[in-house]
């Protein structure tokens, strides 16, 4: 395919490995990161994506006030995993809706390999369409559709989006 004067050709971009472990009870799914994040090497880095203000919500505490290693830490400690079900794709920018060739996790394998995991969260319409399509009807296992964290989805509020990750709770307590 030609690319047009000015245009840019997409660029391949990868995931992070994931951040689980053994006692991992809550997996959050996203798609794939965006372009902050993979710069930072951190998930959910860009300012206006309300990640970890809704996550914070959810467990009650300041997530964005503590610095990344610690928040990855704390959501270890009380079983919440991160990964995206992206490998890899072609994306110029950060929004879902341009993403193209993606190579998908092997889900069902992953899940397997979580002995405590009772339930997933896919953050975004993307993330649950290629989620849920890989998982299929895990007997045992909630899965959690939610609005999407990034600022890009503007059409709910943002205390609309906390009341619906609020669901979350129920994998925690």
């Given at each position: 395919m030609a690319l047009r004067l000015g245009q840019m050709p997409a660029q391949r971009k990868a995931a992070f490995p994931p951040s689980v472990d053994a006692d991992t009870r809550l997996l959050i799914l996203g798609s794939l990161p965006g372009d902050a994040s993979i710069k930072q090497g951190?998930?959910?880095?860009?300012?206006?994506n309300a990640f970890w203000d809704l996550l914070g919500d959810?467990?009650?505490e300041d997530l964005r006030g503590q610095p990344y290693a610690m928040r990855l830490k704390r959501l270890r400690a009380i079983g919440v995993g991160l990964w995206d079900v992206i490998e890899s794709?072609?994306?110029?920018?950060?929004?879902?809706s341009s993403i193209k060739g993606a190579e998908l996790?092997?889900?069902g394998l992953f899940v397997e390999r979580l002995p405590a995991l009772r339930g997933i969260g896919f953050n975004g319409k993307t993330a649950s369409l290629h989620g849920r399509r890989q998982l299929g009807d895990r007997s045992g296992l909630?899965?959690?559709?939610l609005p999407s964290s990034s600022g890009a989805?503007?059409?709910?509020?943002?205390?609309?989006?906390?009341q619906a990750w609020m669901v979350l709770r129920d994998v925690l307590t």
């Open positions: 951190e998930y959910y880095a860009h300012r206006g959810v467990l009650e794709a072609e994306r110029p920018g950060s929004l879902d996790r092997d889900l909630k899965l959690f559709d989805y503007a059409s709910l509020s943002r205390a609309a989006k906390r």
